[in-house]
């Protein structure tokens, strides 16, 4: 006989292990199945994030802006640096080092909230609003049951028609994070969040890095004034950024890669890389989940059909974060999760996508939460809009990093905050105030009024909001 449970998750990413947590402080009999192995063939916990995504990328890019830093800017400081090496095996040693403390803390996370963990694929076997069977096909394969069913199964790279990923030379994000010397010449083709992160790593390793990107303008979700401002930052370190590129063949050599394309003004180029990156967006991953088996229905596009509250066509059988409708954000999966279990208990449990932060974490960091000035056009709501940039802010003058703004758009009848996006040093930290304001429906006056530490960088977030009523006191 099965092994019973009130709730199996199927998935153990950021959207999964919260919710099968959640679900046990609740107090249900909770199991979490996940497949991702480490080096040594053991559980690794913590989806395409922990693995091979959020957590290790960022990792790398704390080390890369150290040399960086010590190979470019420590001098300014009256610090200099003889002979500066880069030890490319012990960078990613450590980025290694860092993932498996994520991987042990999530098992940790699970002993200690009584989450059974099975380590394998999950699958449907049969099941209806009574309960379901879940077949775990691992080093050992075995059935449990549940009456609710939380599917996590997150989102895989997308490729490009006719150039597999082979992780050697056409890499995705996984390849990319594992690079075992530093290219001379590094292509990438999509100029998103992953292709700008890992552009920016080897950048500052050494490569001469080009971002092919097929839209015709530059972070489109961006608001348009920073991503301009972001732009200009990036092509002064060298970044280059190639917009509304038309991808041709992409063949490889014993060594490189070549990329065939049409450039902006239509003429044809080719282009050959050491090593391509190919971030051309993700797509949610149901393979071998046997949805048929049950009748779980799929969207056009392939995600997991779910309503405003995570409820699939299935009774009782919910799914969260990548393989939904929604960002593909370890954090907006997290909230799902979590809203999942207090739902499947009776509770009300919420998630406002409207303020869900979004962060690019080059340097400067890019991050944001609410509307941008064009979809404030595009709406036709009357807005206020207030810059501050960090070039008169004291920390960042300390700092040496005075690049970037801090921008705040306001009704312009209500003064409630609509919207807040910042490029600059710690962007991804200074946005969760502008989250809470918009969380408690804060105007611009309420964040012009309340007191900052100084000399902090979250004294450009206080003169953004003064500067929405045009009273910016240091600028």
């Known amino acids: ?89 012990q960078m990613l040693a450590r980025k290694d080092g860092v993932v498996k403390q994520n991987n042990e803390g999530i098992l ?22 009574g309960g379901y069977e879940i077949k775990v096909a691992g080093a050992t394969e075995e059935t449990i049951s549940a009456k609710h069913i939380v599917l996590a199964t997150g989102s895989n790279a997308r490729e490009l028609p006719g150039a597999p990923f082979d992780e050697k ?47 015709p303008t530059f972070l489109g979700a961006v608001d348009e004034q920073i991503a301009k401002e972001a732009g200009k930052l990036f092509a002064k370190q060298g970044l280059k950024v190639s917009l509304g590129v038309k991808i041709g063949a992409i063949t490889t050599g014993k060594n490189d890669v070549t990329v065939e394309y049409v450039d902006a003004t239509g003429a044809a180029q080719k282009a050959v890389y050491d090593k391509l990156i190919v971030s051309i967006g993700r797509t949610p991953n149901t393979i071998g989940l046997n949805g048929e088996a049950v009748g779980l229905k799929l969207d056009e596009r392939g995600f997991i059909a779910v309503d405003d509250d995570c409820k699939t066509n299935l009774p009782n059988v919910w799914a969260v974060g990548d393989v939904v409708r929604g960002p593909m954000l370890a954090h907006k999966a997290e909230e799902e999760g979590v809203a999942v279990a207090e739902r499947i208990a009776g509770q009300h449990g919420h998630v406002n996508f409207n303020t869900i932060p979004w962060v690019i974490y080059t340097s400067p960091e890019i991050a944001w ?9 595009a709406d036709g709501v009357a807005y206020k809009a207030g810059t501050f940039p960090f070039l008169a802010n004291g920390r960042a003058r300390a700092l040496g990093d005075t690049s970037g703004m801090v921008k705040f758009l306001a009704d312009a009848k209500t003064d409630e905050i609509l919207g807040v996006h910042i490029v600059g040093p710690m962007a991804s930290e200074l946005i969760s105030e502008a989250v809470v304001a918009m969380e408690f429906r804060a105007s611009a006056e309420d964040i012009a009024r309340i007191c900052h530490a100084h000399p902090s960088l979250s004294e450009a977030t206080k003169e953004a909001a003064l500067a929405v009523d045009k009273r910016s006191l240091n600028f």
């Open 1 to 89: 006989m099965s092994k019973q449970f009130d709730v199996v998750v199927i998935g153990g990413g950021p959207g999964g292990y919260i919710a099968a947590i959640r679900a046990a402080q609740l107090g249900f009999s909770t199991a979490c199945i996940d497949e991702w192995k480490n080096a040594k063939n053991g559980p690794a916990p913590g989806g395409t994030c922990t693995n091979v995504g959020c957590i290790p990328s960022k990792a790398l890019l704390q080390s890369s802006e150290h040399f960086e830093h010590a190979g470019h800017a420590f001098a300014e400081h009256g610090i200099n640096v003889k002979g500066l090496e880069l030890n490319l095996g």
């Open 108 to 129: 940790y996370l699970f002993k200690k909230n009584k989450v059974s963990f099975f380590h394998g694929r999950g699958s449907f076997v049969k099941g209806d609003a």
């Open 369 to 377: 939460v609410g509307k941008t000035e064009q979809q404030l056009k």
């Open 169 to 215: 030379l056409i890499l995705s994000n996984t390849g990319a994070l594992a690079i075992d010397a530093v290219p001379a010449k590094l292509g990438v083709i999509g100029a998103g969040v992953i292709g700008l992160e890992m552009g920016s790593v080897w950048r500052r390793l050494g490569a001469e890095v080009s971002v092919l990107e097929a839209l």
